[in-house]
């Protein structure tokens, strides 16, 4: 079965830039969703077709896909940023959504 | 625009549970609708989608032949029938609506969840 693997945790000082990976087997022949999510709270979609940005999200928050890995990029990191973040895509092999296991971003 | 579950709560292993989720705010039988489920401290788990008219449904191994998605459209609802319930099977369940683009799983609406205990 298909398989997105994230880092546990990344962490970095305010101003900086994030980048948090999503490795899958030619993951960018598929469509890449990342969402953020706050502690207590429901996730948010924050990049949804490898790039793409919903309204009244940050321009700071950028996506790539290429290869076996897709990316979210957050430039100028703020300590608002800091939350879970999951990568996601649609399986058509198996018919399934599939979650990436999510990675912890600190902002020191 | 906004989901609201409900029907989430305590039972024991065997037992069952229907959860639901009304939405407000877009035309619901435009979109199709998704159950993802959490466990406390940890990752996100998609559980079912159904299409706009119920014509599809789609299910996770993991539930596949004992939990059923359905929607009533006149209703603006969407259910997550859960039947033969596991003590694995307790989490904080969303409901969310697809964005509807050309793949399935861009998940624009979530729920704030209902919260699942199975446990004797």
């Known amino acids: 079965s298909y398989v997105l693997t994230q880092p546990p945790s990344v962490s970095l000082a305010p101003g900086k830039t994030a980048r948090i990976t999503c490795g899958g087997n030619n993951i960018g022949g598929k469509s890449v969703h990342w969402y953020q999510q706050r502690p207590g709270q429901a996730p948010v979609l924050v990049i949804y077709y490898d790039s793409d940005r919903p309204s009244g999200i940050p321009e700071r928050f950028s996506g790539s896909n290429s290869g076996n890995t897709a990316t979210l990029t957050i430039s100028r990191v703020e300590a608002e940023d800091e939350a879970d973040y999951f990568c996601q895509v649609w399986d058509n092999n198996s018919d399934h959504v599939l979650f990436g296991g999510g990675t912890k971003l600190t902002v020191l | 625009v906004q989901l609201l579950e409900s029907g989430g709560g305590a039972v024991q292993p065997g037992g069952s549970l229907r959860l639901s989720c009304v939405a407000s705010?877009?035309?619901?039988?435009?979109?199709?609708m998704h159950w993802v489920r959490q466990l406390p401290g940890k990752g996100l788990e998609w559980v079912s989608l159904v299409v706009w008219d119920g014509g599809k449904t789609y299910y996770a191994d993991s539930v596949k032949g004992r939990f059923t998605v359905s929607r009533d459209n006149r209703k603006n609802t969407l259910y997550l029938e859960m039947n033969s319930l596991r003590p694995e099977d307790s989490a904080w369940y969303h409901c969310?609506?697809?964005?509807?683009?050309?793949?399935?799983?861009?998940?624009?609406?979530w729920g704030q969840g209902a919260k699942v205990t199975v446990s004797s």
């Open positions: 969310g609506k697809d964005y509807g683009g050309r793949d399935y799983g861009a998940l624009d609406i």
């Open positions: 705010g877009f035309t619901f039988d435009d979109y199709t």
